[in-house]
C-alpha cells in the first residue's frame, strides 16, 4: 500500500512538472511578440530578429520584427516618399508640356503657310518654264523651279520635324499624367509585400 502511494506522488509530481515546464518556457519570438530592448537582436532557427518599431503601423509598441520584415518596409517607406514626389513632379511638368506643343502647333502652322506660299510659287514657276519658247526664259524658270523646289523640301522637312516634336511632347503629357496612378500601384504592392513578410508570428 505504501508502494503504491509513492508511485501515485512519484507520477503527479511528474505530471505537475510536465504542467509547468510550457507554462514557464520563454515566449518564441517571431514577427509581433513584444520586446523591451530598443535594437536588440537575436537569431531564432536561422532567422535574425530586431526590438523596434513597426514601420508599417503608428503603433510605438516595441515587438520583435524579422530583417527581412524591416528591410521590406523600408523599402515601403523609400517609395511612398519617392512617389510623392515623384507625383509633384510630374504635376508640375503638365503645364511646361502644354506650352511647349502650343508652341510648337504655333510654329507649324506658320511653316505650313510658307510651305504652301513655296509650292504654289512652284506651280507657277513650272507652268512659266513649260509655256516658254526663248532659251533666256527657260534659263531663268529652270533656276526658279530648283529654287521653290529646294524650299518646299526645307519647309517639309521642318514641318515633319515639329510634328515628331508634337508627338514626343504629347506622349510625355501622357507618361506624366498617367504615370502617377501606376506609381501608387507600385508602392500599394510594395506595402501588400511588406505586410505579408511581417504578418505575426512570420
Known amino acids: 500500500m505504501r508502494?503504491?502511494?509513492s508511485v501515485t506522488v512519484a507520477l503527479v509530481v511528474a505530471a505537475g512538472v510536465m504542467v509547468a515546464v510550457p507554462a514557464n518556457a520563454a515566449t518564441k519570438i517571431s514577427n509581433g511578440v513584444a520586446c523591451t530592448?530598443?535594437?536588440a537582436t537575436t537569431t531564432v532557427s536561422g532567422s535574425k530578429y530586431?526590438?523596434?518599431k513597426n514601420p508599417l503601423t503608428t503603433s510605438t509598441k516595441l515587438t520583435w520584427l524579422s530583417l527581412d520584415c524591416l528591410?521590406?518596409?523600408a523599402a515601403y517607406?523609400?517609395?511612398q516618399k519617392d512617389s510623392v514626389a515623384l507625383i509633384?513632379?510630374?504635376?508640375?511638368q503638365v503645364p511646361v508640356i502644354d506650352l511647349g506643343i502650343a508652341n510648337e502647333i504655333t510654329h507649324k502652322a506658320e511653316i505650313q503657310l510658307k510651305l504652301d506660299e513655296t509650292n504654289a510659287r512652284l506651280v507657277a514657276a513650272k507652268a512659266k518654264l513649260?509655256?516658254?519658247t526663248l532659251e533666256a526664259d527657260k534659263r531663268a524658270f529652270t533656276s526658279a523651279v530648283s529654287a521653290w523646289t529646294s524650299a518646299v523640301r526645307t519647309y517639309t522637312s521642318a514641318v515633319n520635324k515639329?510634328?515628331?516634336d508634337i508627338r514626343k511632347l504629347e506622349a510625355a503629357k501622357l507618361a506624366a499624367t498617367n504615370q502617377p496612378a501606376q506609381l501608387k500601384a507600385d508602392v500599394a504592392n510594395t506595402k501588400a509585400n511588406a505586410a505579408l513578410i511581417c504578418s505575426k508570428g512570420f
Open 71 to 73: 528591410n521590406s518596409a
Open 37 to 39: 530592448k530598443l535594437n
Open 162 to 164: 515639329i510634328t515628331v
Open 88 to 92: 509633384a513632379k510630374l504635376a508640375s
Open 50 to 52: 530586431k526590438c523596434a
Open 77 to 79: 517607406v523609400k517609395s
Open 3 to 5: 508502494k503504491f502511494a
Open 130 to 132: 513649260a509655256a516658254a
